[in-house]
């Protein structure tokens, strides 16, 4: 396996086991070089998935260090005026760190460090080469090297990703420090619908459970509020110019929203462009797939990225355990939802950054209409 993120190193813990002798490379050097990034919300399909690859120790200590995750839904005005509140779930969902998750993750395993993947030769069986020389030779060769996948730009070159016109600026603000923040913000993920061609969507993670644990000591457990702009017509800017721009885009929201912005530390603010993978029709099986990002990269307008990574692994080690025709049949069904999933983000993007004023204020309205009719309400929803 190449790449050592969330979904490879499950679907290892998956194939182990199952029984099934894994090789896990990883270009990073060790397993503390990648110690950043914002929390990711682990659903109870994700969850599930977590659960029945990993160890029963792994899955406990994921449980104890994963906060609990507000998971009601509200779709605001620019003035925090509710225009639709969902109810929370039943099912369990989690806030995982992504720092934390693939500790948890590579507890148990002996990925290679340091062994930045260049090619392979695919034969009856296939040989991967390395950038430090060394050579190794596997039966299947699963790439889980996200986006940017070296296995997948070889194996699939006419797929890969595209810029789809939408920017984003985020940023942190941390709950600890600011006990003002309106109780519906932290309480529910939100999404902020204004009248302009732009959106912002908040979301609170508390803090870990158990901040002891061996390998856990380096994270950053404080509880904050993520907060997303995104528009059409962004440009690139360093961190206090991105929030000088977005303070600039709103200043005529609710002062609630502006103090969240204007508050937040500059250190914590970024932007990226958002890409979206390439439709493609589907391809003939071998010994070579991929899963998570590396084949059906999606927008993280429906925060289902990470989750569609670990349906693939836990789909993958059960095909593989198996046997059989394992690829062609967690192929056929991975390219199914995962693609689904791709053009259901990349809709919601562009209904979030663009459309005009008149089709926003109709979108407003049925939202509203929907949140007085509980029937059209289930229906929607």
């Not at 503390?32 to 998935?49: C, E, K, M, S």
Request: with cysteine.
């Amino acid at each position: 396996m190449i790449g050592g993120g969330i979904g490879g190193l499950c679907l290892a813990h998956g194939l182990r086991r199952a029984g099934v002798d894994v090789e896990v490379y990883e270009r990073d050097l060790s397993r503390t070089d990648r110690l950043q990034g914002y929390r990711v919300h682990i659903n109870p399909h994700g969850a599930a998935a977590l659960k029945e690859c990993l160890p029963a120790a792994n899955w406990e200590r994921f449980e104890r260090s994963a906060g609990t995750d507000g998971n009601g839904f509200g779709f605001l005005t620019e003035q925090l005026k509710p225009l639709l509140v969902l109810d929370p779930d039943e099912e369990k969902h989690y806030s995982a760190s992504r720092i934390t998750l693939r500790q948890v993750l590579l507890d148990g395993l002996d990925v290679r460090f340091g062994k930045r993947f260049e090619r392979y030769e695919q034969g009856d069986d296939v040989k991967l080469y390395f950038e430090d020389g060394t050579a190794e030779s596997c039966d299947v060769l699963v790439g889980a090297d996200g986006i940017r996948s070296r296995v997948r730009a070889q194996y699939l070159p006419h797929a890969g990703t595209e810029k789809i016109g939408v920017t984003a600026i985020a940023g942190k603000l941390f709950l600890d420090d600011n006990d003002w923040v309106p109780r519906e913000l932290v309480d529910r993920a939100n999404t902020i619908i204004p009248t302009s061609r732009s959106g912002m969507f908040l979301a609170a993670h508390d803090g870990l459970g158990v901040t002891d644990d061996d390998g856990l000591l380096f994270d950053n457990a404080r509880p904050y509020l993520m907060w997303a702009y995104a528009a059409m017509d962004l440009t690139v800017h360093d961190g206090q110019d991105l929030q000088r721009e977005v303070l600039a885009r709103i200043a005529r929201w609710s002062p609630e929203l502006t103090r969240i912005v204007a508050t937040s530390p500059a250190e914590t603010i970024s932007e990226w462009r958002i890409r979206s993978s390439r439709p493609i029709e589907r391809w003939q099986p071998t010994n070579v797939t991929l899963l998570g990002d590396a084949v059906h990269a999606m927008t993280p307008m429906r925060g289902i990225g990470a989750n569609i990574a670990l349906r693939d692994a836990q789909l993958l080690a059960r095909c593989i355990a198996e046997g059989g025709d394992a690829i062609a049949r967690y192929e056929k069904e991975m390219y199914d939802y995962g693609f689904a999933a791709v053009r259901d983000s990349l809709k919601a993007a562009r209904q979030f950054a663009d459309g005009g004023p008149v089709a926003r204020t109709i979108f407003r309205t049925v939202l509203r209409t929907a949140s007085a009719v509980p029937a059209l309400k289930r229906a929607m929803f």
